[in-house]
């Protein structure tokens, strides 16, 4: 199991930034995947970016260039940077971590942090 507890969001003007983190309660050398989802009002959840299970980076293409997945491996924290933010980035944003489990895996979620960018 794994406890993933997020942070950073906020209220921004279009073309601001902020860093969201998401702090896993075990290392995250033992997670097989890593990363974030968000979700607007009345849409389905969707993914953001994350570090796949061979270690390189996945990013939704309405955020390439402007969104940044990191990690602190001594910290056990995933960070993402965003820039450039626009208003329809507005949303809640997830942190979710991929654990094996058996011959599969599961997926643990963090309890989500609200993004408003306005105009």
């Known amino acids: 199991q794994v406890r993933l507890v997020e942070s950073g969001g906020g209220l921004v003007q279009a073309g601001g930034s902020l860093r969201l983190s998401c702090a896993a309660s075990?290392?995250?050398?033992?997670?097989?995947?890593m990363g974030w989802y968000h979700q607007a009002p009345g849409n389905q959840r969707e993914l953001v970016a994350a570090?796949?299970?061979?270690?390189?980076?996945n990013y939704a293409d309405s955020v390439k260039g402007r969104f940044t997945i990191s990690r602190d491996n001594a910290k056990n924290t995933v960070y993402l940077q965003m820039n450039s933010l626009k208003p329809e980035d507005t949303a809640v944003y997830y942190c979710?971590?991929?654990?094996?489990?058996?011959?599969?895996?599961?997926?643990?979620w963090g309890q989500g942090t609200q993004v408003t960018v306005s105009s």
């Open positions: 075990r290392s995250i050398f033992s997670i097989n995947a």
């Open positions: 570090f796949t299970s061979g270690g390189s980076t």
């Open positions: 979710y971590a991929d654990i094996v489990d058996g011959p599969s895996f599961k997926r643990y």
